[in-house]
């Protein structure tokens, strides 16, 4: 059974910068559309970015943009979120989420394999 796996969160200052990386256990991902998602508590999930597969076009929520980039390495079959300039409000639980589809999408039901996630923290 193919399970997604996220690494790399922690605690980090604001400002800082963090990498997860997303991989799937008992398959691959290179042909599946991957996207990043968030909740921090009491809140309700929201997306951050995601890759497509077939062009690995990237698209990503206003929030993102600018700060976190979304990339693909086949190579190692491993999809990564880069934080940069991480603020207090990014502080959640990061999720990765696969679909077969090519094309993006931002709804989390939209996604048919989910991970269990990576907490980030940021502190002022």
């Known amino acids: 059974q193919v399970q997604l796996v996220e690494s790399g969160g922690g605690l980090v200052q604001a400002g800082g910068s963090l990498r997860l990386s997303c991989v799937a256990s008992?398959?691959?991902?290179?042909?599946?559309?991957v996207g990043w998602f968030r909740q921090a508590p009491g809140k309700e999930r929201e997306f951050v970015g995601g890759i497509t597969w077939l062009s690995n076009t990237t698209n990503y929520a206003d929030s993102a943009k600018g700060r976190f980039t979304v990339s693909r390495d086949n190579a190692k079959d491993t999809v990564s979120l880069q934080l940069n300039n991480l603020k207090p409000g990014d502080t959640a639980f990061y999720y990765c989420a696969a679909r077969l589809q090519p094309h993006p999408s931002f709804m989390s039901d939209a996604y048919d394999l989910w991970g269990q996630g990576t907490q980030v923290t940021v502190s002022s």
């Open positions: 008992g398959g691959t991902l290179r042909r599946s559309t």
